[in-house]
């Protein structure tokens, strides 16, 4: 069975400010996708940013950029230039090529940023 | 704006009840999914529907069941309901199972057992 492990339950920083926010995983499968998930008070679920376990280039939307560290099993997200609407919990999520396992999520990080 | 729209929002129900969760998929999604997610924690995967069949389940008893019908759009059900089940009811859509591809949420219904 596939693991994430999110070990900062809050993180709090101030506006433009960087951050970054640790996963880890474990598995043994070699095809695999992994996902960070915003989640506002609204409580919609939206897809911030993916990576493709087989692809050695980190993924990059924007100001969110990731750290794929795949024999590490370690996948952080950084936040560059924080804004307020950046205030939200963030999931990091794991998929089995083929998907029919559906996603694998952590616990969550409660990230607040500071005006 | 997902496309994936859940009803209802909010509902409160009896233990022993059962309960029926309703959610269209984004128009050209085939695939459907469908994940319960207690206070403080992270969605757990219940299962997954792929052109009307279940192709994938998570650790849930039979007592979760549920349809996808040909538009795509899918129920969820839950029969004697317990306290444990109180949760938000997420629904997600997508282009075909797997190959990593966006897989779009609703806002979630809202299960309150007492």
């Known amino acids: 069975a596939q693991t994430v492990t999110q070990s900062q339950p809050e993180m709090s920083v101030q506006e433009a400010e960087t951050v970054t926010l640790s996963c880890t995983y474990d598995t043994s499968e070699n095809n695999y996708y992994l996902f960070w998930y915003k989640q506002p008070p609204s409580r919609q679920m939206i897809l911030v940013i993916r990576q493709e376990a087989y692809k050695q280039q980190n993924a990059t939307e924007n100001r969110f950029s990731v750290n794929f560290q795949k024999a590490a099993k370690s996948f952080s997200l950084k936040i560059s230039d924080s804004q307020l609407g950046d205030t939200a919990m963030y999931f990091c999520a794991f998929m089995i090529g083929g998907g029919a396992d559906g996603l694998t999520f952590g616990k969550g990080t409660h990230l607040i940023i500071q005006p | 704006e997902t496309g994936v729209t859940q009803s209802p929002t909010h509902l409160i129900k009896t233990r022993g009840q059962q309960v029926t969760l309703r959610c269209s998929s984004q128009s050209g999604h085939n695939t459907v999914s469908w994940y319960q997610q207690a206070l403080g924690q992270g969605p757990q995967f219940i299962f997954q529907?792929?052109?009307?069949?279940?192709?994938g389940r998570g650790n849930f008893p039979p007592r979760f069941s549920g349809l996808q019908f040909p538009n795509y759009s899918s129920e969820l059900n839950v029969n004697a309901l317990e306290l444990d089940d109180s949760a938000l009811y997420l629904c997600?859509?997508?282009?075909?199972?797997?190959?990593?591809?966006?897989?779009?949420f609703g806002e979630g219904s809202w299960l309150t057992v007492v």
């Open positions: 997600a859509s997508s282009w075909k199972t797997g190959e990593g591809n966006t897989i779009y």
């Open positions: 529907y792929y052109r009307e069949e279940e192709n």
